[in-house]
């Protein structure tokens, strides 16, 4: 079983900066894909972007390119999403999400564990 929480989330202006933050309880993540999804009021869930196992493979929203990351190591605790010049469409709940296989899936079903989400706000 592994528990994931999210922190970091809140409320910032457009053009601002946040980095949210990925726990697991009581362990690393290990070899583990782990995803950033996102979901607005009315929509659906989406992928972020998501980090392989290794740590060398990403895959991210295209068009989020430039603007967000992910940086994880599998030594260490937690995973982070750092996101910059935000957008009032950036405005949802973020979850981090983990796959306990390879590789890389962007479908939220493909996910074994999930967080509780964090609230990120974006005020124009």
């Known amino acids: 079983q592994v528990q994931l929480v999210e922190s970091g989330g809140g409320l910032v202006q457009a053009g601002g900066s946040l980095r949210l933050s990925c726990a697991a309880s009581g362990r690393t993540f290990g070899r583990h894909v782990i995803g950033w999804f996102r979901q607005a009021p009315g929509r659906w869930r989406e992928l972020v972007v998501a980090?392989?196992?290794?740590?060398?493979?990403?895959r991210i929203e295209d068009s989020l390119k430039g603007r967000f990351t992910i940086s994880k190591d599998n030594a260490k605790n937690p995973v982070y999403l750092q996101m910059n010049s935000l957008k009032p469409e950036d405005t949802a709940v973020y979850y981090c999400?983990?796959?306990?296989?390879?590789?890389?899936?962007?479908?939220?079903?493909?996910?074994?564990?999930w967080g509780q989400g964090t609230q990120v706000t974006v005020s124009s």
């Open positions: 980090i392989g196992g290794s740590g060398g493979d990403t």
């Open positions: 999400a983990a796959r306990l296989s390879q590789p890389i899936r962007t479908t939220d079903k493909a996910y074994d564990y």
